[in-house]
C-alpha cells in the first residue's frame, strides 16, 4: 500500500498569498496518477487536478500541480477567502487501492 | 451529471448498512462508467471503499473486502453498497461517486462528479 504524507498539516497564510502544499508517496506513484481535491465544510470532496498536474474542467488556473515519482505539490496562487479551506492528495495507480494524504488545511493568518 | 446517496442513517452494530446511489443519466448500462464508494469518518480523512463498472467488474479495499459487496442495478440507474458487520468505527459520511477515466484505466482514475454524502452512525 502506497502511504501518502501531506504536509504542513496546517498552513497559515493570508489572501493574496500564495500557498504551497506538499504530497510525499511512500513509493513511487505510478504514471503520476495523482490528483488533488478540494474540501469545504460539509461538502463532497472537489477534483482540483488529475494527472499530477492536469487541471479539471473549470478549475480557475490559480491552482496548479507539479511532481512525479514520489513528490508532489499543489501551488494555489493568489489567495482567495473562499480557499481556506481542506486539500487531499491522492494516488490512483497502485493496485489494489486507491490511497488518499490526510489532508492540510488551510486557514487565513 | 448528478449523484444522490440513499440509505439509513442509523445501523445497529453486527448489521448489516445497505446503501443506494442513483445516477442521473439516461442509462448506467449505456454511460460506459465506473462508479465508486468511499467514506469519510467524522472529522478525518477520506478511505475508497469499492468501485464497479456498468459491465459488474469490480474493484474492493482489500482493508474491507471480506464485509463489502457492491452492485449494479441497471434497472434503477443505480448501484449500490453493502457493507457487513458494522462497528463504531464504520460510522462515516458516505459518498458515491464517479471515477473520471481520461485516459481509458477504469478503476486507475480520480473522482470528478460526488454525491452530497450521507452520515451512517452506528449505534445501539
Known amino acids: 500500500e502506497i502511504v501518502l504524507t501531506q504536509s504542513p498539516g496546517t498552513l497559515s497564510l493570508s489572501p493574496g498569498e500564495s500557498a504551497t502544499l506538499s504530497c510525499r508517496a511512500s513509493?513511487?506513484?505510478?504514471?503520476?496518477?495523482l490528483a488533488w481535491y478540494q474540501q469545504k465544510p460539509g461538502q463532497a470532496p472537489r477534483l482540483l487536478i488529475y494527472?499530477?498536474?492536469n487541471r479539471a474542467p473549470d478549475i480557475p488556473d490559480r491552482f496548479s500541480g507539479s511532481g512525479s515519482g514520489t513528490d508532489f505539490t499543489l501551488t494555489i496562487s493568489r489567495l482567495e477567502r473562499e480557499d481556506f479551506v481542506v486539500y487531499y492528495c491522492?494516488?490512483?495507480?497502485?493496485?489494489?487501492?486507491?490511497?488518499f494524504g490526510q489532508g492540510t488545511k488551510l486557514e487565513i493568518k | 451529471l448528478q449523484l444522490q446517496e440513499s440509505g439509513p442513517g442509523l445501523v445497529k452494530p453486527s448489521e448489516t448498512l445497505s446503501l443506494a446511489c442513483t445516477v442521473s443519466?439516461?442509462?448506467?448500462?449505456?454511460?460506459?462508467?465506473?462508479w465508486a464508494w468511499i467514506r469519510q469518518p467524522p472529522g478525518k480523512g477520506l478511505e475508497y471503499i469499492a468501485g464497479?463498472?456498468?459491465?459488474?467488474?469490480?474493484y474492493y479495499n482489500p482493508s474491507l473486502k471480506s464485509r463489502v459487496t457492491i452492485s449494479v442495478e441497471t434497472s434503477k440507474n443505480q448501484f449500490s453498497l453493502k457493507l457487513r458487520s458494522m462497528t463504531a468505527a464504520d460510522t462515516a459520511v458516505y459518498y458515491c461517486?464517479?471515477?473520471?477515466?481520461?485516459?481509458?484505466?477504469?478503476?486507475?482514475?480520480?473522482?470528478?462528479?460526488w454525491g452530497p454524502g450521507t452520515l451512517v452512525t452506528v449505534s445501539s
Open positions: 443519466v439516461d442509462s448506467i448500462s449505456s454511460s460506459g462508467d465506473y
Open positions: 491522492q494516488q490512483y495507480g497502485s493496485s489494489p487501492q486507491h490511497t
Open positions: 461517486a464517479r471515477h473520471f477515466d481520461y485516459d481509458a484505466s477504469g478503476f486507475h482514475s480520480p473522482f470528478d462528479y
Open positions: 494527472g499530477a498536474s
Open positions: 513509493q513511487r506513484v505510478s504514471s503520476n496518477y
Open positions: 464497479i463498472y456498468f459491465a459488474g467488474s469490480t
